[in-house]
C-alpha cells in the first residue's frame, strides 16, 4: 500500500514536470542561439608538398603549411542570456588542418615521431579535435557610468592598429580579459572603455613571447603577464571628435636571485664560500622583475569641415624598455629576426589626412595625407595584419602597419600582405572619380616617400634588426620565408646597415561596366614603383635602383544569379639595378619577367557560399651574379562554407 | 581696355548664343525629376527604445538618418543617403567583394502607383515585426548594401522569392562622407515622379544574418558586441533603426511620429511603415 502511494505520487510529480518542460524550455530557447559554420578548403598545386595552407609558419617546422590536399572546420557558437542584466558566449572550432585522406588521425603520436602505417602517428595538428576558444560573459550593471563589463574573450577590436590591434581573424576572439565600458553625458557623448589583457604567450615581447624560448631565462614565467590599456571617445560636437587611446604592455620575469625561485641561483642564501649572502633571505614570496614594457598612445581630432570635408590629425607615441639580464639578443642570436630594437627607445608618429568626398557634386572624390613615422615606433602589440593606416597602395598593395610584428603567415596565395611602415615619412594624394552613370571609376594614387630609418653604419647586428633579407623588391605571389627563391626584402625589414633611400608610387586603377548580357565588369590597374636607395654614401658601387612596373586585368561575368565568373592575368616587370649582394662580392643588375592568368568562380545559393580559383603563374628572374631561375606554378584553391 | 562698340556687338551676340545653347540644358536639367526629404538628428532608435551594438565599430550616428536625396538622371536614378556619421569599412569590404563601406544597410522602400492590393505589405525579411498599410504597399525596393550583387541576389532568390521581382539592385553602390550613393537603371526601376511614396529603413549589414533575413542586423532586448538592443526577443518588434516619418522634412514633430509608427505590442500591434510621398 504505501509503495502504491509512492508510486502514485511519483506519477503526479513526473505529470507535472512534463506540463511545466515546454514552459521552462519556450522560455530557455528564447534566451538561447546555437549557430554553427562548417568551411572546408581544397588547395592543390603542382608540388609535392602536403597540407592545406599555403604559408605557415616561418620558425618552427611545422606541418600545417602545404598546398595539397583538403581540410574542413566546424566551428559552434552559444550565445545567451542568462538574465536581463548578463550575458555569455563561447565559441567551439575544431582543429584545422586534418586533411580528408587524414580521418584515422586521433592525434596520438605512436611509434615515435616517424611517420608509419598505424593511423596514429602524424599527430594533434591532424586530430581535428574540438577546443574551447571565445569564452565570455558580459553583464551590464545597471549603473550610470557603467554601461558593461565584460570578463573573457574580445577580438580587442576596441583600441587602434597604433596600441592594441584588432586580432587577426584566425586568432578573432582568443584575446582574454576583462573589458569595461562606459559612457558620460544624456548623449553617451563620452564614451570609454578600460582593459586587463592577458598577454598572450607568444608574440608580443621579445623573442617573439613573454619569456617562453628566450636564451636568458631559466624558468620563464608568463602567467603574470598583462597589458593595461584605455580608450576614450569624445564627441565634443556635432562633427567633432577626440579620440585618445593608450596602453602598456608588460612581461615580467622571476628574480633567479630569490631564494624562493624555482632554480634560484641562491637557494640557500650562501655564497661559494658558505657565507651568508647579506639581504638574501627566504620569505617563500618571489620578486619579480620586468623584462620588457612597451607603453603607446595616440590623441587623435577628427574635424568635419562641412558635409562634405573631414580633416584627421593623430600623434602617437612609442616607448619601450627592455631589461638585457632578462632578455636575450635577438638581434644578435637570431639573425637579425627580432620584433624589436634591442635597447630602450622612444619615437612618435604623427598623420594628417583630409578627405573630401565628391565636394563639386561631380563624382571627384580628393584624399591627401602626410605622414612622419619614428624610426624606432613600434606598436609590439599594434594590428599584425588585416588593417591599414596609411592611404598608399604602398610597396605590396595591402596594408601599411607600423610594428615590425607583421604576421604575413598562415595565409594563402592570393590574399593581400601587409607590411611594415615604421620610418616613412611622405605624403600620398589620391583622386577617385565616379561617373554620373555609375559604371566607370577612375583612381589615381602619387605617394612620395623617404624614410627617417636612412641611416648609415647602423648596428644591425646586436641593435637593429634587419631580418636578414633587406635587398631587392618583394615578391608575395612565390614567397618563402627561408628565402630559398631570392623572392627579396622581408616586409617588416625596416632597417639597413647603410641606407639612404627614397621611393615614388603612382598607381592608377579602375573599374568600368559594361551593358553585356546580365553586366560584365572589366578591372585594372597599373603600378609604377620607382625605388632609390644609394646605400652607403661612401660609393656608388652599391646604389640600388628599382624600376617597379605591375599591371593587372580581370574581366567578371555575372552569369546567373549568384554565380559569378572572372578571367584575368597580371603582367610584371621590374628592373632592379644592384638588387642584392655586398661591397665586398659586388651587386648584380636582375630582371624579373612575372606573369600570370586566373579564372574565379563564385556560387552563393541558399546560404551555402562556395568560391574558386585556378591560377598560373610563370616567373623569370634573370640575375646578373647568380644563375637564372624560372617558376612554372599551377595553383588553385576552392572553399565551401555554410553558417546556420 | 574699354570695349568697344564692335567688340561689344560680337560679346552680345556670343552671350546670347551661348544663351541658346545653354537654355535647352537648363531646361533638360530642370527637366529631371528630384525630391529630397529630410529626417531629424538622433532619432536613431527604432520606436525609441533601441541602442547601438556595443562594438566600437558602431559609431554614434551610423545609422542616424538625416537626409535621402532622389535624381533622376539620363538612364538611371541617383538615391543618396546620408547619415549621422562617416561611414567606415572596418570589415573591409573589398576582401568580400564589398562595395567600400561595411555597417549600413538602407532598404529604399517605393510605393509607385498608390493603389491599395497593388504591391506588397510585407517588408523583406529581415525586418521583424513591421509592416506598410495595404494603401501604401511597396512596389520596388531599392537596396543599398555594402555586399556585391552575387550576394544580393542569392539572399533575395532564396529568401524572398516572391518579391525578387520587386528588388532592385543598383548597378553602383559607393560611399563619399557620410553618404551612401546608389546609381540604379531607369529600366529596373522605372522614371520616378511627383506621386511616389518612399520609405528609407536604415538598418546594419550583417554578413552572417538568421536563415531567414536577409543580410540584416537583430533587435535584441539587450544589446549585444554585433546586436543592437532595446528590442523584444520575440521578434515581435521592427528590426529597424530609423525611417523618414511624418512629411520627411526633418522637423522635431517626426521623432515623435517615428516613434507612434513604429510603436508595437506583442500579439497585438505591428509596427507601421509609413510611405512619404514626393509632390504632396
Known amino acids: 500500500m504505501a509503495l502504491r502511494r509512492r508510486t502514485a505520487g511519483a506519477f503526479a510529480l513526473w505529470t507535472l514536470c512534463v506540463a511545466l518542460i515546454p514552459l521552462g524550455a519556450s522560455a530557455d530557447i528564447s534566451r538561447f542561439d546555437l549557430g554553427a559554420r562548417i568551411y572546408t578548403k581544397h588547395l592543390y598545386a603542382n608540388n609535392d608538398s602536403q597540407g592545406t595552407l599555403w604559408l605557415g609558419n616561418p620558425f618552427w617546422p611545422d606541418q600545417i603549411a602545404g598546398s595539397n590536399g583538403v581540410s574542413s572546420q566546424l566551428e559552434i557558437t552559444l550565445t545567451g542570456r542568462v538574465s536581463d542584466a548578463v550575458s555569455a558566449g563561447a ?42 576558444r571565445g569564452p565570455w560573459i558580459q553583464l ?57 589583457i592577458a598577454l598572450p604567450k607568444l608574440w608580443v615581447g621579445p623573442w617573439w613571447s613573454t619569456g617562453l624560448g628566450d636564451p636568458e631565462l631559466t624558468n620563464p614565467f608568463w602567467s603574470r603577464d598583462w597589458a593595461y590599456a584605455a580608450s576614450l571617445r569624445w564627441a565634443i560636437r556635432e562633427g567633432t571628435q577626440l579620440r585618445l587611446v593608450a596602453s602598456i604592455t608588460q612581461d615580467l620575469e622571476v628574480d633567479s636571485a630569490d631564494p624562493d625561485a624555482v632554480g634560484s641561483t641562491n637557494p640557500g642564501c650562501q655564497d661559494a664560500l658558505g657565507h651568508p649572502i647579506p639581504g638574501c633571505s627566504s620569505d617563500h614570496a618571489v620578486d619579480l622583475y620586468m623584462r620588457y614594457v612597451a607603453t603607446n598612445a595616440t590623441a587623435e581630432l577628427q574635424q568635419d569641415l562641412g558635409d562634405t570635408v573631414r580633416a584627421e590629425a593623430m600623434v602617437a607615441v612609442s ?113 577617385t572619380w565616379d561617373n554620373e552613370g555609375g559604371d566607370l571609376r577612375l583612381e589615381a594614387e602619387y605617394t612620395f616617400l623617404t624614410f627617417n630609418t636612412n641611416r648609415q653604419n647602423r648596428n644591425v647586428d646586436t641593435v637593429f634588426p634587419d631580418f636578414l633579407h633587406s635587398d631587392g623588391y618583394t615578391d608575395t605571389m612565390l614567397y618563402d620565408y627561408a628565402n630559398v627563391g631570392d623572392r627579396g626584402r622581408d616586409p617588416r625589414s625596416v632597417y639597413r646597415r647603410n641606407q639612404w633611400r627614397r621611393s615614388q608610387i603612382a598607381v592608377f586603377r579602375g573599374r568600368k561596366q559594361l551593358e553585356l548580357g546580365r553586366g560584365l565588369n572589366i578591372d585594372w590597374k597599373f603600378k609604377y614603383i620607382h625605388d632609390e636607395d644609394y646605400r652607403s654614401t661612401t660609393t656608388t658601387g652599391d646604389d640600388y635602383l628599382g624600376r617597379i612596373l605591375q599591371s593587372r586585368l580581370q574581366i567578371g561575368v555575372p552569369v546567373a544569379p549568384g554565380v559569378n565568373l572572372a578571367i584575368g592575368g597580371t603582367v610584371d616587370r621590374w628592373f632592379e639595378q644592384n638588387r642584392r649582394g655586398t661591397l665586398e662580392l659586388g651587386y648584380g643588375d636582375d630582371t624579373t619577367e612575372r606573369e600570370t592568368g586566373f579564372v574565379t568562380a563564385s556560387y552563393q545559393y541558399g546560404g551555402l557560399r562556395a568560391a574558386w580559383m585556378l591560377e598560373y603563374v610563370h616567373k623569370l628572374q634573370r640575375r646578373e651574379r647568380e644563375g637564372d631561375q624560372r617558376w612554372s606554378v599551377w595553383r588553385s584553391k576552392a572553399t565551401f562554407e555554410v553558417a546556420w | 581696355m574699354i570695349a568697344s562698340p564692335s567688340s561689344f556687338g560680337r560679346t552680345s551676340r556670343a552671350v546670347a548664343l551661348l544663351g541658346l545653347l545653354l537654355v535647352p540644358l537648363l531646361a533638360f536639367a530642370a527637366s529631371g525629376f528630384k525630391v529630397e526629404f529630410k529626417d531629424p538628428k538622433g532619432d536613431d532608435f527604432g520606436p525609441g527604445t533601441y541602442k547601438y551594438p556595443t562594438d566600437p565599430v558602431y559609431a554614434r550616428g551610423s545609422f542616424d538618418l538625416r537626409s535621402v536625396e532622389i535624381r533622376e538622371n539620363d538612364d538611371t536614378v541617383e538615391f543618396r543617403v546620408t547619415v549621422g556619421a562617416q561611414i567606415a569599412d572596418p570589415w573591409n569590404s573589398k576582401d568580400w567583394d564589398g562595395n567600400g563601406f561595411s555597417l549600413q544597410f538602407a532598404q529604399i522602400y517605393i510605393d509607385t502607383d498608390h493603389q491599395k492590393g497593388s504591391g506588397f505589405t510585407e517588408p523583406l525579411p ?22 556585391g550583387r552575387t550576394r544580393l541576389e542569392a539572399e533575395v532568390r532564396f529568401k524572398a522569392p516572391k518579391m525578387k521581382g520587386a528588388v532592385v539592385l543598383p548597378k553602383k553602390t559607393t560611399a563619399r562622407g557620410k553618404t551612401l550613393v546608389a546609381v540604379v537603371k531607369k529600366s529596373d526601376l522605372g522614371t520616378p515622379k511627383a506621386g511616389w511614396g518612399f520609405q528609407v529603413v536604415m538598418q546594419s549589414n550583417e554578413g552572417y544574418p538568421d536563415k531567414k533575413d536577409i543580410l540584416t542586423r537583430r533587435v535584441n532586448e539587450v544589446a549585444g558586441q554585433h546586436r543592437f538592443g532595446g528590442g523584444n526577443d520575440a521578434e515581435c518588434d521592427p528590426h529597424v533603426i530609423d525611417i523618414l516619418a511624418g512629411t520627411g522634412k526633418g522637423g522635431a514633430d517626426e521623432v515623435a511620429a517615428q516613434k507612434a509608427t513604429l510603436a508595437y505590442t506583442c500579439g497585438s500591434k505591428v509596427a507601421t511603415l509609413p510611405m512619404v510621398y514626393a509632390g504632396r
Not at chain 1, 589626412?353 to 561631380?362: G, L
Not at chain 1, 606598436?379 to 601599411?400: C, K, S, W
Request: charged share 25%; aromatic share 12%; with cysteine.
Open chain 1, 91 to 132: 565559441r567551439i572550432a575544431s582543429r584545422y588542418g586534418e586533411r580528408w585522406q587524414d580521418y584515422w588521425e586521433s592525434g596520438n603520436r605512436m611509434y615515435g615521431e616517424e611517420v608509419n602505417t598505424s593511423g596514429d602517428s602524424v599527430g594533434m595538428n591532424r586530430a581535428a579535435y574540438l577546443k574551447l
Open chain 1, 140 to 196: 551590464d550593471p545597471g549603473l550610470r557610468a557603467i554601461d558593461w563589463v565584460r570578463i573573457g574573450a574580445s577580438d580587442l577590436g576596441m583600441f587602434n592598429p597604433w596600441t592594441i590591434g584588432k586580432l587577426r581573424y584566425i586568432d578573432r576572439d582568443n584575446g582574454k580579459g576583462y573589458f569595461v565600458a562606459g559612457s558620460i553625458g544624456e548623449d553617451r557623448d563620452v564614451q570609454w572603455v578600460a582593459a586587463a
Open chain 1, 319 to 431: 616607448d619601450q624598455r627592455i631589461d638585457s639580464s632578462l632578455t636575450a639578443n635577438g638581434v644578435a642570436l637570431n639573425q637579425g629576426v627580432s620584433p624589436i630594437v634591442y635597447k630602450d627607445t622612444r619615437d612618435i608618429a604623427v598623420r594628417v589626412r583630409v578627405t573630401a568626398s565628391d565636394p563639386f557634386e561631380n563624382g571627384l572624390t580628393l584624399k591627401g595625407e602626410y605622414f612622419n613615422i619614428g624610426a624606432e615606433y613600434n606598436a609590439i602589440f599594434g594590428a599584425r595584419r588585416e588593417a591599414d593606416v596609411l592611404l598608399t597602395d604602398g610597396f605590396l598593395g595591402g596594408g601599411q602597419l607600423p610594428t615590425l610584428n607583421l604576421a604575413n603567415e598562415f595565409i594563402d596565395f592570393g590574399e593581400t600582405w601587409v607590411e611594415s611602415c615604421i620610418g616613412w615619412h611622405g605624403g600620398t594624394g589620391l583622386l
Open chain 2, 126 to 147: 529581415g525586418l521583424g515585426g513591421a509592416a506598410f498599410k495595404a494603401e501604401e504597399a511597396w512596389d520596388k525596393v531599392v537596396l543599398i548594401s555594402p555586399q
